[in-house]
């Protein structure tokens, strides 16, 4: 067996291989975003339009960097990107995502704290969809594909699951009228995302969950997104009453039974992949 030298194990180290990766990854992202920026600013093109190109522009320089650093770093065909399936799984995350964001919205009108204003021109849902389609690549690619997909190789999905869950509900801690409840269910839908790629294996179906989740609760509904500022909408809406059910200030996505909901869609999601044999164990029981 060939022994490792020291300057090849701090390489291979999963804390080492976690750090390059996040750092070339922002990089791209920031650039990315700067270089969109000033060339689509010399466009005469529709402010709408050129937000939505920018999305397009960043995720895409997101998912080539992810795919060209960890191809060379790793050496190996990077599966998780892989188009076998692709259709599949983001008709299914859409789905999924879609589903249980109406659920969530349906208990509020139910309760009596969701009023429709009005219906907008299906244009208004341009820039909710270029900013969460953004947001679910970047987002995704950094716990899922980076923190999750490799503290898993070594910890096991279960472990794994539950520091990338943690760990994506403590980074909306900032975001603006958080609260326990609001980060529990963040977290909530962390575990939700890790299991999505557990089950699939790779990064379609926890990005078309998490982008159909984020742009239904706000391009569609018309609701606020973990405490950010409102966007346009399909539907212009007005949300009263307990903050307990409409999540107040943060969103829908602060309620509690959006807490149920998001851990319910996980046990059920676990189960299935369990029986298709998808759980990795820690390195200590293989």
Known sequence: METLTTKQK???SPITKIILALLVFMAVVVIGQQIASKLLGL???DKNLRNLLKGLFVSSAAVISYILFFRNYEKRAVTEFSANGLAKNLILGILVGFVLQSLIILIIYLNGSYTIVTVNPISHILIPFALMFTVAIIEEILVRGIIFRIIEEKLGSYLSL????????ALHLANPHSSFLSVLCITMAGFLLGTAYIYSRNLWLPIALHFAWNFTQSG???AITSGNEKTSSLIEAKLHGSEYITGGAFGPEGSIQASIILLV???ILLVVSKKQNKIIHPYWKK
């Open 43 to 45: 466009t005469p093109l």
């Open 220 to 222: 569609i509904y018309g």
């Open 162 to 169: 539950a520091l990338s869950g943690l760990l994506f509900g």
């Open 10 to 12: 701090i390489f291979n």
């Open 265 to 267: 869609a996980t046990i």
